[in-house]
């Protein structure tokens, strides 16, 4: 069967980006970078993304170019025979799955609130009022099963329709409009009175800021964000690597993704930092700072429906450019597994996509007596904590050490394929740093990652 294609190299970056930009850049890496000292770790996490994110992106996309096949069979392609390495492509699929069992949810509260924000029922909320519809949101399941169910008809609908014409089309639609709606709401932040307090706190780097959150908390937690940032270790990325050419250098493409997905993060804080400082709010209110703090700010500004729909359709867009990569590799696993055609595979993952999601939206309701870290967890936090915390780090760490060692794909083979094109390549030099020190930092993370936990 002939391998689907990209039509172009922005459509595979834009498709890659999007995969990466998800609720974590425009969510959790505001509320990171509010919670761990702003600017300083902004710089951290910079100099991690470089160092970590770029070349294990860069061995994603050199597997699933070299494969031509999905995570759960690129690895038979490649290993040598008698080797087990193709054990983690089922892992990897079961990643996606798991990822999506909550992602649909928070794609689902996006949409609730862009309209929730457009019908002004934030309108003359006092800040206890605002918290409430929030809470009021997650004890009713029926309306958040409605608008997971919708995430899950557009984002295997628009799969449906095939790689160019559907996921390649639409994406490139959603991430231009992103873009310009990220611009747009930054500046109207900047321009608030009272501002740039925010502006410093989130740009300036200041050390005793870090001394008082504690350095190696910073550092780890800045780690912990460049790396869970670009969905390095289920394969999500591999995917697209599988639908190019061999035009272009792959490590010049990963950091090319790297920047686009940099610059969502950094513009998310520019929107709302500002704002918090303009109104007198808490940056480091954490995970409840887009639902609970942000509505709050809305209500005061002038227009402030207006800003606030604009907001809610932008987290939208972002969340559901996620949604769409990694339902691209579900569907694409099952083809390989199964033989299916294309629309067949949607509808059958559509179905189980929507039964497995429902644990997550009843964990905050008739199932919330289940805690399993103990009191305020849910079903949610335990399902991020395997992906995150688990799959995502144990995952980059095979895919790195199949490409550096010579039991596995060999150094020399990935950086043939990687350097196959023209643009940034691999040198010589990064073999030591990306034999050795790669995977140390991989294990860090996994194991600071266990022990935060427990």
């Given at each position: 069967m002939q391998r689907e294609r990209l039509g172009s190299r922005l459509g595979f970056i834009l498709l890659s980006a999007g995969c990466a930009i998800g609720i974590g850049n425009v969510w959790k890496f505001p509320y990171m970078a509010g919670q761990y000292g702003g600017g300083v770790f902004v710089l951290i996490y910079l100099f991690f993304l470089i160092a970590m994110g770029v070349p294990?992106?860069?061995?994603?996309?050199?597997?699933?170019?070299?494969?031509?096949?999905?995570?759960?069979?690129?690895?038979?392609?490649?290993?040598?025979?008698?080797?087990?390495?193709?054990?983690?492509?089922?892992?990897?699929?079961?990643?996606?799955?798991?990822?999506?069992?909550?992602?649909?949810?928070?794609?689902?509260?996006?949409?609730?609130?862009?309209?929730?924000?457009?019908?002004?029922?934030?309108?003359?909320?006092?800040?206890?009022?605002?918290?409430?519809?929030?809470?009021?949101?997650?004890?009713?399941?029926?309306?958040?099963?409605?608008?997971?169910?919708?995430?899950?008809?557009?984002?295997?609908?628009?799969?449906?329709?095939?790689?160019?014409?559907?996921?390649?089309?639409?994406?490139?639609?959603?991430?231009?409009?992103?873009?310009?709606?990220?611009?747009?709401?930054?500046?109207n932040s900047i321009m608030m009175e009272g501002g740039s307090k925010g502006l410093e706190f989130y740009l300036k780097p200041d050390f005793s800021k870090m001394q008082e959150v504690g350095v190696g908390n910073v550092i780890v937690g800045a780690m912990n964000q460049a790396f869970f940032t670009l969905s390095l270790g289920i394969g999500s990325m591999a995917i697209f690597g599988s639908y190019i050419n061999k035009d272009r250098a792959l490590m010049g493409e990963a950091i090319s993704v790297g920047i686009l997905d940099t610059f969502v993060a950094i513009t998310s804080g520019l929107i709302i930092f500002p704002a918090c400082f303009a109104?007198?709010?808490?940056?480091?209110?954490?995970?409840?700072?887009?639902?609970?703090?942000?509505?709050?700010?809305?209500?005061?500004?002038?227009?402030?429906?207006?800003?606030?729909?604009?907001?809610?359709?932008?987290?939208?867009?972002?969340a559901l450019s996620t949604v769409l990569a990694v339902f691209e590799n579900i569907i694409s696993c099952t083809i390989e597994l199964t033989g299916w055609n294309r629309k067949k595979t949607c509808v059958v993952n559509g179905v189980a996509m929507f039964l497995l999601s429902l644990p997550c939206i009843l964990g905050f309701n008739i199932l919330k007596g289940f805690k399993p870290f103990g009191d305020g967890s849910n079903i949610m936090d335990l399902e991020d904590f395997i992906v995150s915390n688990i799959l995502l780090p144990l995952g980059s760490l095979c895919f790195i050490l199949f490409c550096v060692l010579r039991y596995g794909w060999g150094w020399d083979k990935f950086v043939e394929e990687a350097n196959c094109g023209k643009g940034v390549k691999v040198r010589n030099w990064m073999r030591g740093y990306m034999t050795i020190v790669l995977p140390i930092i991989v294990l860090v993370i996994f194991v600071m990652g266990i022990v935060s936990k427990f």
């Open positions: 294990v992106l860069t061995m994603e996309f050199s597997l699933g170019r070299a494969a031509q096949k999905s995570p759960v069979k690129l690895y038979q392609q490649l290993e040598k025979p008698g080797s087990k390495w193709h054990i983690h492509g089922y892992f990897a699929m079961i990643g996606n799955y798991l990822l999506m069992m909550f992602y649909t949810t928070v794609a689902g509260w996006m949409l609730m609130y862009f309209i929730k924000m457009a019908k002004g029922d934030f309108v003359g909320a006092d800040s206890d009022g605002v918290k409430q519809l929030f809470t009021d949101m997650q004890a009713k399941p029926v309306p958040m099963i409605v608008f997971m169910g919708i995430v899950v008809v557009i984002g295997f609908g628009v799969c449906s329709l095939g790689v160019q014409k559907g996921l390649e089309k639409v994406t490139k639609i959603m991430m231009t409009a992103l873009l310009a709606i990220m611009i747009i709401l930054a500046i109104y007198g709010v808490q940056p480091d209110s954490g995970p409840s700072l887009i639902f609970i703090t942000l509505p709050n700010i809305f209500n005061d500004i002038a227009l402030g429906r207006f800003w606030g729909s604009l907001f809610f359709i932008f987290l939208s867009f972002a």
